[in-house]
C-alpha cells in the first residue's frame, strides 16, 4: 500500500477514525494502568460518537 | 572570623552543590520536550515510558499520512490571513513529520471537497496532540506525576 496515494473517507469513516487514534493517545497519556487505560479509551471514545453524531443532529435543521 | 568565613564557605558550597541538580534537572526536562516535538514520542521513548512513544509515534504519524493523503491543506509561512497563521503553527507541532507532509503531498492540497477540508484538521490535531505530548513529556521528566 503506497502512503502518497490519494485516499477518500466517508464522513463517518473519518469520525471513526479521528475519535479511535485521539481516544487511544489520551488514554495513554492520561492514565498508567492498563485497566485504567482501556476505561478511559472507551468513555473517551463514547463521548466522542455522543457528541459529534449530537451535534450532527442538532445542525440537521439548518441544512436544508 | 576565619571560622564564620570556613562556615559561610562550606554553607554556599553545599547550596551550590544542591541547586547544581535541580539546574542540571530543568535542562534535561528542557532537552527531553524539545526532543518530543522534534520527533513525536522520542520525549517518552527518553524516559523508558515505551506505550507511550509508541502511541504517540503512531497516532501522530497516522494522523499526518492520512491527512496528507486526504489532500488536507499542509500551511506554509507564506500564509494570507491570522487562520492560515494558525494553522501553520498547528502543522509545526508534528516536528519533523512537517516536512513528510509537505514530501507527502507532492500534488497539492484540495479543499473543495469534505475529504479535503478534514484532512486539514487531521493535520492540525496531529500537531496539537504531539505538542500535548511534548509538554506531558517536560513534565514527566521535571518530575511531575505522569
Known sequence: MSVTGSLTLTHIQAFLLFAAVISVAFGYLGRRQPKDRLKYILWSFFLFLVVGIGIGWAMYPFSR | MAEELIDHTIEETTQHAQQAPEVLNE??????????????????ALQRMWGRAGV??????LLVITGARMKGNVFTSKG???????????????GSFYL???ALEVN???VSHAGGDYGT?????????NLLAALHAFEAARGRKA
Not at chain 2, 80 to 94: K, Q, R, S
Not at chain 2, 121 to 126: Q, S
Open chain 2, 121 to 129: 484538521r487531521f493535520l492540525a490535531t496531529a500537531g496539537v496532540l
Open chain 2, 100 to 102: 513528510a507532509a509537505r
Open chain 2, 80 to 94: 494570507n490571513d491570522a487562520f492560515d497563521t494558525l494553522g501553520y503553527v498547528a502543522d509545526l507541532g508534528t
Open chain 2, 27 to 44: 535542562h534535561r526536562a528542557w532537552a527531553i520536550g524539545i526532543a518530543g516535538w522534534l520527533v513525536p514520542g522520542l520525549g517518552h
Open chain 2, 108 to 110: 497539492g492540497a484540495d
Open chain 2, 56 to 61: 504517540v509515534f503512531l497516532a501522530v504519524g
